[in-house]
């Protein structure tokens, strides 16, 4: 396999709204995050991962994009991002912009100029339809189908908000568009893209074709032609119904595609037949360790993986897998571990390395979140009751990530001068950037040491991964093998106390213990709640 700089890149992302306000209007901004970038050098990430800055009119929260050309008022402006740029590249930090051409705004010039006028040259840049149109729905509840004008018996697709028109990819005039932004950005000096759901761009609507349409990787292929060739960048798509097969597709450096995806088989385990599960205990623990190591063996050759826990659509894992009261540091520290350890590339969400938690709401109007929202009224319609479904929201709705970045312990925690767009966490008293900076036993501290391990340790980075069985379900180990040399990775899933036993072990040293322990283990190991170790083998 030809090293990459991105193999032994940790990536960070950034939810800019709730990053860090430079202005006092409660709104985080691109100042802001220059204003923080001698942080996230003390954590030791490489990359920045921007979610969309780009002009919208805000509807799903800068995913509906009305210019790629611009920046949204509420960030700052062009040359606030180039001030960001470049002062990223001075300490050494590369930034990747978030890519989002499955969809535009309704509010996207190409589409005001469409809808009124079938004549257009735009009209084909999206997938309009007569009726009778079939039944797909939207992801955020209800038919994706809207019909314009009003009467008119012509519908345009929006496999999200009706405020969401979906490109045609199938017009090769879009297509070309879409590459001249990209190369726009790409000729500016940014170092690669998150591909929002791209794996929807080769739909096949009148099909009910979403995912992994027939031409979806012939697009991927000419978007590279036409973009990335001879560019050393770092491009990973958002790809929801992929499958190893499909990854390798997409990763596999021979066909010319993307650096890697982000696949969400893992965080779909405590899904099961349309009913939510929501705790990790309530799960056997082998349907999360069994797609874990299915991954990590799919690309062991070929292909590249991202590893990840949390993002901007999904709930804070220690809340959702971990103890986010008792067991808060020990559970955070554990699957940072878990996570790290393995082959890919770690992503890092805001405030994950600091263990910030989910947050209650009893009411929806408290929620901002559109898709919770449209859940809500929708499930609501249905006859399912308040309370059910608060729970629901509570527990996997988007605004769990997206509370403000907590830094420390002053009112609005040091995010903002007046009130944030969204509240911050209670917690932020006690959870904070202060505070864990301050505490050496802290989170951050975990995170710090993995990343420098990373960096320094190419059996980290390349060596085989080997599942290890461990005659316990709540117990998940594996080994990392490069060369002569192999570590040893050990995790309790579990918020109790677990015995395993194991194959015979000649230990050399514990590299890292989320408990601080020194005595190195054997065969039979005793590990406390959410405890996690790595340990070097004897040769």
């Not at 992801?139 to 999200?160: I, K, Q, R």
């Not at 199938?170 to 932004?181: F, L, P, Q, T």
């Not at 600091?354 to 929708?378: A, C, P, R, W």
Request: with cysteine.
């Amino acid at each position: 396999m030809e090293k990459k700089w991105w193999h032994n890149s940790v990536v960070y992302q950034i939810y800019p709204r709730s990053f860090k306000d430079s202005n006092g209007d409660g709104i985080g901004d691109l100042k802001g995050i220059t204003e923080k970038l001698n942080y996230l050098k003390e954590l030791g990430i490489d990359v920045i991962w921007l979610c969309p800055v780009y002009a919208s009119p805000n509807k799903d929260n800068g995913y509906d994009i009305s210019d790629y050309y611009d920046i949204m008022d509420c960030f700052g402006s062009m040359a606030d991002f180039d001030e960001l740029l470049e002062e990223a590249h001075q300490i050494g930090i590369k930034i990747i912009m978030d890519l989002v051409v499955n969809h535009v705004s309704d509010q996207h010039k190409w589409f005001v100029e469409s809808k009124d006028n079938k004549n257009s040259p735009y009209r084909d840049y999206f997938v309009w339809q007569k009726g009778p149109v079939n039944d797909l729905e939207s992801t955020f509840s209800g038919s994706a189908w809207e019909e314009y004008p009003e009467g008119s018996n012509d519908y345009y697709l929006h496999l999200f908000t009706k405020e969401q028109p979906d490109l045609n990819w199938n017009s090769k005039a879009m297509r070309e568009e879409i590459y001249k932004m990209m190369n726009f950005w790409l000729d500016k000096g940014i170092d690669g893209f998150r591909m929002d759901v791209i794996d929807l761009i080769g739909k096949v609507p009148e099909k009910k074709i979403t995912e992994n349409g027939p031409r979806m990787h012939e697009f991927i292929q000419e978007m590279h032609e036409k973009t990335l060739k001879g560019r050393d960048v770092l491009t990973v798509g958002e790809t929801w119904g992929a499958t190893p097969d499909i990854g390798l597709e997409f990763s596999a450096e021979y066909r010319k595609e993307l650096s890697m995806i982000f696949q969400f088989e893992h965080l779909s385990v405590d899904q099961q037949l349309g009913k939510t599960r929501w705790d990790l205990k309530d799960l056997e623990y082998e349907d999360l360790t069994k797609v874990l190591t299915k991954w990590q063996l799919a690309f062991q050759n070929e292909g590249w993986n991202s590893l990840f826990w949390d993002n901007h659509d999904s709930p804070r894992i220690v809340s959702r897998w971990g103890n986010d009261t008792t067991y808060r540091v020990e559970s955070g520290k554990m699957f940072a571990i878990l996570l790290h350890m393995m082959k890919g590339t770690p992503y890092i969400y805001q405030g994950e390395e600091i263990g910030m938690t989910n947050i209650h709401v009893d009411s929806i109007e408290e929620v901002d979140d559109v898709q919770s929202k449209n859940l809500y009224f929708d499930r609501i319609a249905k006859g399912y009751s308040h309370d059910e479904l608060m729970e629901a929201i509570n527990k996997k709705g988007r605004d769990n990530a997206r509370t403000p970045m907590q830094w420390d312990e002053s009112r609005y925690s040091g995010f903002s001068v007046s009130q944030p767009w969204l509240p911050v966490n209670p917690n932020y008293e006690k959870i904070n950037v202060k505070e864990s900076v301050e505490d050496k036993n802290s989170i951050f501290y975990t995170y710090q040491e993995l990343i420098k391990l990373r960096k320094t340790n190419d059996l980290v980075v390349y060596g085989d991964f080997e599942a290890i069985e461990t005659r316990n379900k709540a117990v998940y180990c594996y080994k990392r093998n490069w060369k002569n040399e192999s570590w040893l990775v050990i995790c309790n899933l579990s918020g109790v106390a677990q015995n395993t036993l194991l194959n015979e072990i000649s230990a050399e040293k514990i590299i890292m213990s989320n408990y601080n322990k020194k005595e190195i283990p054997n065969s039979f190991v005793k590990l406390e709640p959410y405890e996690a170790m790595v340990v070097k083998l004897m040769k």
